[in-house]
């Protein structure tokens, strides 16, 4: 079966300082891998999307970037925090090759970001 | 883009009851999807709704989608506290596999 890991699962960060969170996915091969951040109590924002290694598309401008290193690893990534990327950041992947599941996404723990 | 937009925005009521919440849009939809989220975690997936008139049962979750697939209904039959979360609807975007999730129903079921 397929499972997702994140990490950390919370980081308290001061503003201006660089960040890095990992995603990687179990038990599947070439899967479209997704970067979400949640306000509080509220709907998913997509910030970033993968169909394979090396390739990212960006969906908001932002002081984020993703990379893909290996196929089932997607990282989120900021030079320099700012208060207002503090959130919860979840990370979802898809089958792209199954008929009608491959919108389904199935999402990570998520990590907790508190920029201070 | 299509915009989703889901009520109420919050709900608590008393283990038991029943509660319905909602998804429309001004967009026909190719199909679209229910997740619940509790505190803390990821989304999980509920159901993915295709047809116009789609009515899909999941234990005592009822999950309908509007004959012009433009609008959905999830309706909990006698709520359990276990049914708390955050009820979030999505639909695929034109383009790609992306997701367009609505802004969500907090469901608080009392005890």
């Known amino acids: 079966s397929q499972t997702i890991h994140q990490w950390p699962a919370t980081l308290v960060q001061p503003v201006g300082s660089p960040l890095s969170l990992e995603c990687t996915v179990e038990?599947?091969?070439?899967?479209?891998l997704y970067w979400y951040r949640q306000a509080a109590g509220r709907g998913l924002q997509l910030l970033f999307y993968?169909?394979?290694?090396?390739?990212i598309s960006s969906e908001v401008p932002q002081n984020l970037s993703a990379s893909r290193p290996q196929d089932r690893q997607f990282i989120l990534s900021s030079k320099k925090l700012l208060l207002s990327d503090s959130g919860f950041y979840l990370c979802?992947?898809?089958?792209?090759?199954?008929?009608?599941?491959?919108?389904?996404?199935?999402f990570g723990p998520g990590t907790r970001l508190t920029v201070t | 883009t299509q915009l989703l937009e889901q009520s109420p925005q919050f709900l608590s009521i008393q283990e038991g009851e029943n509660l319905t919440v909602y998804c429309n849009s001004s967009?026909?939809?190719?199909?679209l999807q229910w997740y619940r989220q509790e505190p803390g975690e990821g989304p999980v997936l509920l159901v993915t709704?295709?047809?116009?008139?789609e009515v899909k049962k999941l234990k005592r979750l009822t999950f309908q989608f509007g004959d012009a697939r433009k609008d959905s209904s999830l309706h909990i039959t006698a709520a359990q506290p276990g049914d708390t979360g955050l009820y979030l609807c999505?639909?695929?975007?034109?383009?790609?596999?992306?997701?367009?999730f609505g802004g969500g129903t907090r469901v608080l079921v009392k005890p």
């Open positions: 999505a639909h695929k975007g034109v383009a790609g596999n992306k997701l367009t």
């Open positions: 993968s169909v394979g290694i090396g390739q």
């Open positions: 967009s026909v939809f190719s199909s």
């Open positions: 709704v295709v047809t116009g008139g």
């Open positions: 038990g599947t091969s070439n899967p479209n």
């Open positions: 979802a992947w898809s089958h792209p090759g199954v008929p009608r599941k491959a919108y389904e996404q199935y």
